[in-house]
């Protein structure tokens, strides 16, 4: 976008200088080893990034996917990110839905400068395809108007709710988040698709991180490359008449790790379970997923 791309020096900031052999963090891993950040709260100043943000006049795009009975998370999911998620700063919410109408009638209000796009798509029978096929739906609006109307793409799970800060410091050029089920354990526990078959096949030998299909995001061109990569990957396995394990989490872990993608990584803060309690090295559950009756929501 041509006027975001201004380069004005940033306002004059005062804060605390960084110390070398002071590191905020010792008890986390806070880089990969192709150097991507691995975000922690204490790592990072947000008003140092907020001020960079604003000044290059960069938009952001949430979106989510509210399909059949799942149309029951979506007011508490937007009302808890107007309290929490990129407060201050203007956002899009793109809602694919079934039941535009329905979407309609919750009423649900947002701030100045933040609204909420209703976007139609079908529903499909089985659960699998609702999530699978966002992959698809994703990569098609990339092209329509995503690339026009935001610059950056966060992609989540409606059944979710946001508790604490999420703000400008998850945004890069593609980003991932470490799954709160995986992250301390070893390669032989992720649950990546382990048939050569597979598009999404990954040797139990190889991987870095387990990464959870509920959260991704980027610049729009990245978050359209990501999408309709797994898109096709998954085509190509509907074709071969084999289905993904962990279904689009599981191209998307696979496409993480061949591209060694992920340019920046959310840890657990900004992916949580309602049940899982809390843990030492957590400093903020920022975003919480909600328990579920399963069986129930998903027929
Ligand atoms: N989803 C939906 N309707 C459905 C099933 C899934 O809208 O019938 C969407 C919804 O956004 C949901 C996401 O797909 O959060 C992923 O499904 P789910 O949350 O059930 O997966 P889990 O987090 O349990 O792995
Ligand atoms: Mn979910």
């Not at 990245?222 to 990569?229: G, P, Q, R, S």
Request: glycine content about 6%; some cysteine; overall charge neutral.
């Amino acid at each position: 976008r041509i006027n975001g791309q201004k380069e004005n020096r940033l306002q004059r900031m005062l804060y605390p200088k960084p110390e070398t052999l002071k590191p905020p963090r010792t008890d986390v891993l806070t880089v990969s080893p192709w150097l991507a950040p691995i975000v922690w709260e204490g790592s990072f100043n947000t008003e140092i990034l907020n001020n960079q943000f604003r000044q290059k006049g960069w938009r952001v795009g949430l979106t989510t996917f509210a399909i059949k009975k799942y149309i029951r998370f979506l007011k508490p999911f937007i009302e808890t990110a107007e309290k929490f998620f990129m407060v201050g700063l203007p956002v899009n919410y793109y809602v694919f839905t079934d039941q535009a109408s329905n979407v309609t009638d919750l009423n649900i209000i947002v701030g100045t400068g933040r609204q909420i796009i209703i976007l139609e798509v079908p529903s499909y029978e089985r659960w699998q395809d609702v999530t699978m096929r966002r992959m698809q739906m994703i990569s098609d609006v990339c092209q329509q108007r995503f690339a026009s109307e935001v610059d950056y793409l966060v992609c989540v799970d409606v059944d979710m709710r946001f508790q604490d800060h999420v703000g400008v410091e998850i945004l890069s050029d593609v980003f991932g988040t470490l799954h709160p089920a995986f992250f301390v354990k070893g390669r032989d526990k992720f649950t990546y698709e382990r048939r050569p078959e597979s598009q999404a096949y990954i040797p139990e030998d190889e991987g870095d991180f387990y990464y959870a299909g509920g959260y991704f995001g980027g610049k729009v061109e990245e978050v359209y490359k990501l999408t309709n990569h797994c898109h096709h990957a998954m085509l190509t396995d509907k074709a071969n008449n084999i289905e993904a394990i962990w279904h689009d989490e599981s191209y998307l872990n696979s496409y993480f790790l061949y591209n060694k993608k992920p340019t920046k990584i959310l840890s657990p803060e900004y992916l949580w379970n309602e049940m899982d309690g809390t843990a030492f090295y957590l400093r903020k559950i920022r975003f919480i997923a909600l328990q579920k009756n399963m069986a129930e929501v998903r027929t």
